[in-house]
T-cell receptor
């Protein structure tokens, strides 16, 4: 089945460490997104990309960077992790020809100690 | 940017009763309003969506209504069942294809 996958699924790290979260999709979608989910705050957009050469900041991009290595791969990096980046991170994809429906990956639970 | 507010934050209903979740948005240019359901430990999944040229859409026990003048939209679940227990998110976007999400509503269906 065409799907969106994320690695790792869980990660515990220490303050100051560099962390990379990876997202891959086999849906053939051109658009990819990174969100973080915090209790009571919903899903907030970190970065998004509409194709391989396109990178855009979302509403909470400070402290994060991204790389779109290929149409199917979109990675999120925390250059120097801090405890308030502890959250559940979701990658999502969408197809320009299919409304705005976004398909989410299974999520990565990140804990920064 | 777009600001989406969602109410209530928690909702407990008796099995078989109806549940209603309401959202308001700020950007009058928004034209797409999806609803996502997230079961415990799972990813959000689209359950229904509506575009600004439609006032109401129904899919079995789920319906969404949109009032563009008032800038609010609602999710209605009828004849609730235990499997309807989940967190529900509303969202809004315009032609930039970015979704702005509400904070979520935790729905609990009591047996």
């Amino acid at each position: 089945d065409a799907d969106v996958t994320q690695t790792p699924r869980n990660r515990i790290t220490k303050t100051g460490k560099r962390i990379m979260l990876e997202c891959s999709q086999t849906k053939g979608h051109d658009r990819m997104y990174w969100y973080r989910q915090d209790p009571g705050l919903g899903l907030r957009l970190i970065y998004y990309s509409f194709d391989v050469k396109d990178i855009n900041k979302g509403e909470i991009s400070d402290g994060y960077s991204v790389s779109r290595q290929a149409q199917a791969k979109f990675s999120l990096s925390l250059e120097s992790a801090i405890p308030n980046q502890t959250a559940l991170y979701f990658c999502a994809t969408s197809d320009r020809d299919r409304n705005n429906e976004q398909f989410f990956g299974p999520g990565t639970r990140l804990t920064v100690l | 940017g777009e600001n989406v507010e969602q109410h209530p934050s928690t909702l407990s209903v008796q099995e078989g009763d109806s549940a209603v979740i309401k959202c308001t948005y700020s950007d009058s240019a928004s034209n797409y309003f999806p609803w996502y359901k997230q079961e415990l430990g799972k990813r959000p999944q689209l359950i229904i969506d509506i575009r600004s040229n439609v006032g109401e859409k129904k899919d079995q026990r789920i319906a969404v209504t949109l009032n563009k003048t008032a800038k609010h939209f609602s999710l209605h679940i009828t004849e609730t069942q235990p499997e309807d227990s989940a967190v529900y998110f509303c969202a809004a976007s315009n032609y930039d294809y970015k979704l702005s999400f509400g904070a979520g509503t935790t729905v609990t269906v009591r047996a």
